[in-house]
C-alpha cells in the first residue's frame, strides 16, 4: 500500500461567528439559550448555537406566514425562479467556503463536500429555479396552488444538501419556509442564510431555526403549518405522522433504510466491489440509502470477500480536510456509540466482524470500516439500520430467493443489483420495494431524479416533477 | 303462491363467501322496519383473513400485465351491467330512493369500472418520467402499487362509493380489503358476486360487513397493511395515529369524491410508490 502526505485543505477560507441566532424575518433574532457544535473531528468548538423554543418557532412561523400572504405568493412564478437562480449561482461562487465549513461541522471527507455535497446543492437549486414559472406542466392541472407556509427539519448526514432538497422545491412552489437544521450540523444552513441576504431574498420567506427535538416537535405541533417535510429516523418519522393526524397539515416523510446490495456470480467484480465500498462506506455510512446488507450470490462468497478485504485495507481513514481521505469522523459520540453497540450485539448473535488495521487520530469520534459476515436475516444487524460504516453480508442462491431476502425488512429505500444481465436487471427492479434501485451503480443522486422510499422508509419524493408535487396541490377543481 | 329464494349475505374473503369467523350477524330493515336480511358482522379474526388473503394475492395482480387488469375492470362494468335492475332493485330497498337515483347511482358506477379500466395500462405514460440525469445514466420513473390497502367505503352511498373506493385501488395492481356501509351493505356482498364472476383473482378484493367503528382500530393497526383510506370512518383521526406506526399511506376524508362515474388520478397515485431505477450507459 502506498504511503501518502497529509494533503489538508485550509481553513481559512471559512470564518464562523462566535455565535448565531435563529434567522427569523430576514434578522438574526438573539437566541435566549444556546449550546456548542463542535466539529467532530477534533471536538473543538466552532460556535455558540441558538436552542429554539415555542416563543422563537412562533415568531418564525408567523415570519413566513406572513412573506407567504404579502410578497412571496405576489410573485410571478419567473420572479422567484430569478432568486432561486441567483441562491445557485452564490452557492457556486462560495462553493470552496461553504465545503470546508461543512466537513469542519460534519466530519465528513472534504473530497466529498467539494466533490459531492455542494455541487449538488447548486444543482438542486438550479433546477427547480427553472420549474418556479412552469408549475402548470407539474401534473396537477392548471394553476395549482402552494400549500402556504412549510416546515422543514433535516438530518446531520448531508447538511447543506438536505436543506437543498427542501427549500429549493418548496420555494419554486411559491411555499416559505421555517427550517430546523440538525443540532449536531447548523453551521451550514446559518451561512445559507447569509446567501439568502446576498440573493436579496424577501424576508420571511426562508426562516432557519436551530435547536434540538424539542425545537423540531414545537415547529411540526405549530398550528400556522400547512406542510411538513422531514428526512430523519423512521423513529422521529412515526413521531411526526401521530403529531399532524387527524390534522389538515401535508407531510412528506424521508426516513430509515436497511438496502441490499445483491451481487449476482455474472456480476463484473471489480465494478461491484467498487459500488459495495462506496454503497456502505461513502459518508461513514450515514446515508439512509446505504448499501448495508450485502447479498452475495454463494457460488462467489469466498472471491468476492477476499477482494473486499483486500480493497477495505485501502480505504483511506481519518482528518477529513485531508484531500485523500476516504472515510471521515463519525457526526457524534451519541452515534459512535450506537455504531459500536449495534456491532457488538451482531458479533454475539453469531456473526464475524472483522476491519482492516487502522491508525486513527486521537481526538474525535472514529469507527473503522467494518464488515460483519455469516449473518442471517433474522440478526439484528440484518434489520436495524446502523447508520454507520458497517456492512452485513449474506448469502443466496437463486434470483427468487435474493428478492426475498431483499425485501424482508420493513423499510423500503434504495436496493442495488449487479449482473452482467439485462433483463435480470429490470425483473428484479420490479420486484424489489424500494424506491431507488440502482443497477450496477450505487449512491447516485440527480435534481432530477426522484428520491424517496416504500413501506416504514417513509413517502413521498424529493427530487424531480415528483418532487415539486410534495409542495403543491391542484388547482381548478 | 311460490315462497321466493331469499339470499343470505355473507362477507368476502379470498375469493370465497365464508359467514363471520364469529357467527354475527346484524339485522337490516327497510325504512319502515321491516326484516330484510341478517348480515354477517365481522370481527377481528375475519380483518386477519382478510389481510392474509390480500396480501397472497397480491404478487400475482401486481404482476398481471396492465392491459390483463384494464380487462378484468372492463369485465367487472360488463356484469354489473348485466345485473343492472337488481342493484337498483337493492338499493331501493335499503334506501327507500326513487327509481330515476337509484339508476343513476348504479349507472354511475358501471361507468366507473370503465373509467378506471382505461387507466391501469397509461398511468406511467402519464405520471412516469425518464430523468435527464447529469451523468451516463440511464434513469427512469415508474409507479407501483403500495401493496395491500385497508378502506372504510362511503356510508351513505351502498353501490358508487363502494365502486370508487375499491377500483381506485386495485387497478394499479393493489389488493384492498374494504368495509363495506354498516347501514346500506346489501350492494356490497351482490358487488362481491360481481366480482367473483369477473376473473378477478381471488383476495384482491375482500369486503367485509359489519361496524366500521369496531373493525376500525384493528384495520388502522395492521402491520402488514400498507394503506389506508378512511373516507367512510366516523374516527379518521383516531385512525390515523394507529396508522402512523407502520407509516401507512393515509387517504383522509372528503379529498376525493365517491359517487360520480369518473375518479380521479391523483386518487389512483394516492396507492402507489414511485420507484426510480439507475442504469449506467457505457460499453
Known sequence: ?477 | VRLDVKKTYKLFIGGKFPRSESGRTYELTDSKGNHIANVAKASRKDVRDAVVAARGALSGWEGATAYNRGQILYRIAEMLEGRKDQFIQELRLQTGKSLATATKEVENAIDSWVWHAGWSDKIDSVAGSMNPVAGPFFNISTNQPTGVVAAFAPQESGLVGLVNTIAPAIVSGNTVLVVASEKLPLSAITLAEVLETSDLPGGVVNILTGSAKELGSWLASHLDVNAIDLEGSDSPAELELLSAENLKRVIRPGVYPRQGASGSLQHILDLMEVKTVWHPKGH
Open chain 1, 1 to 477: 500500500m502506498f504511503e501518502y502526505s497529509p494533503a489538508p485543505e485550509s481553513k481559512s477560507i471559512v470564518k464562523f461567528q462566535d455565535s448565531y441566532g435563529h434567522y427569523i424575518a430576514g434578522k438574526f433574532v438573539k437566541s435566549s439559550k444556546k449550546y456548542e457544535t463542535i466539529n467532530p473531528a477534533t471536538e473543538e468548538t466552532l460556535a455558540l448555537i441558538g436552542h429554539a423554543g415555542a416563543k422563537e418557532i412562533d415568531l418564525a412561523v408567523r415570519a413566513a406566514r406572513n412573506a407567504y400572504e404579502k410578497t412571496w405568493s405576489k410573485l410571478t412564478g419567473a420572479q422567484r425562479g430569478k432568486y432561486l437562480y441567483r441562491i445557485a449561482r452564490i452557492i457556486q461562487e462560495r462553493a470552496r467556503e461553504l465545503a470546508v465549513a461543512e466537513t469542519l461541522n460534519n466530519g465528513k471527507p472534504i473530497k466529498e463536500t467539494r466533490d459531492f455535497d455542494i455541487p449538488t446543492v447548486a444543482a438542486w437549486f438550479f433546477y427547480y429555479a427553472g420549474w418556479a414559472d412552469k408549475l402548470d406542466y407539474a401534473g396537477l392541472g392548471p394553476n395549482p396552488k402552494a400549500h402556504g407556509v412549510a416546515a422543514q427539519i433535516i438530518p446531520w448526514n448531508f447538511p447543506l444538501m438536505m436543506l437543498a432538497w427542501k427549500i429549493a422545491p418548496a420555494l419554486a412552489a411559491g411555499n416559505t419556509v421555517v427550517l430546523k437544521p440538525a443540532e449536531s450540523t447548523p453551521l451550514t444552513a446559518l451561512m445559507f442564510a447569509e446567501i439568502c441576504e446576498q440573493a436579496e431574498l424577501p424576508a420571511g420567506v426562508v426562516n432557519i431555526v436551530t435547536g434540538f427535538g424539542d425545537t423540531g416537535s414545537a415547529l411540526v405541533n405549530h398550528s400556522g403549518i400547512d406542510k411538513v417535510a422531514f428526512t430523519g429516523s423512521t423513529e422521529v418519522g412515526r413521531i411526526i405522522a401521530k403529531q399532524i393526524a387527524g390534522s389538515k397539515k401535508k407531510a412528506t416523510l424521508e426516513l430509515g433504510g436497511k438496502a441490499a446490495n445483491i451481487v449476482f456470480d455474472d456480476a463484473p467484480i471489480d465494478q461491484a466491489i467498487e459500488g459495495v465500498v462506496n454503497g456502505i462506506f461513502f459518508n461513514q455510512g450515514h446515508v439512509c440509502c446505504a448499501g448495508s446488507r450485502l447479498l452475495l450470490q454463494e457460488s462467489i462468497q469466498d472471491e468476492f470477500l477476499k477482494k473486499l478485504k483486500r480493497r477495505m485495507e485501502t480505504l483511506r481513514v481519518g482528518d477529513p480536510m485531508d484531500k485523500n481521505t476516504d472515510v471521515g469522523a463519525i457526526n457524534s459520540e451519541t452515534q459512535l456509540r450506537k455504531i459500536d453497540k449495534l456491532v457488538k450485539q451482531g458479533v454475539k448473535e453469531g456473526g464475524t466482524a472483522w476491519s482492516p488495521q487502522c491508525k486513527l487520530p486521537r481526538n474525535g469520534f472514529w469507527y473503522v470500516p467494518t464488515i460483519i459476515t455469516g449473518v442471517s436475516p433474522a440478526n439484528t444487524v440484518a434489520r436495524e439500520e446502523i447508520f454507520g460504516p458497517v456492512l452485513s453480508v449474506m448469502t443466496f442462491r437463486t434470483p427468487a430467493e435474493a428478492v426475498t431476502k431483499a425485501n424482508n425488512t420493513p423499510y423500503g429505500l434504495s436496493a442495488g443489483i449487479w449482473t452482467e444481465k439485462g433483463s435480470r436487471i429490470l425483473k428484479l427492479a420490479d420486484q424489489l420495494n424500494a424506491g431507488v434501485v440502482w443497477a450496477n451503480s450505487f449512491n447516485q443522486f440527480d435534481p432530477t431524479s426522484p428520491f424517496g422510499g416504500f413501506k416504514e422508509s417513509g413517502y413521498g419524493r424529493e427530487g424531480g416533477r415528483h418532487g415539486l408535487l410534495a409542495y403543491l396541490k391542484g388547482g381548478a377543481k
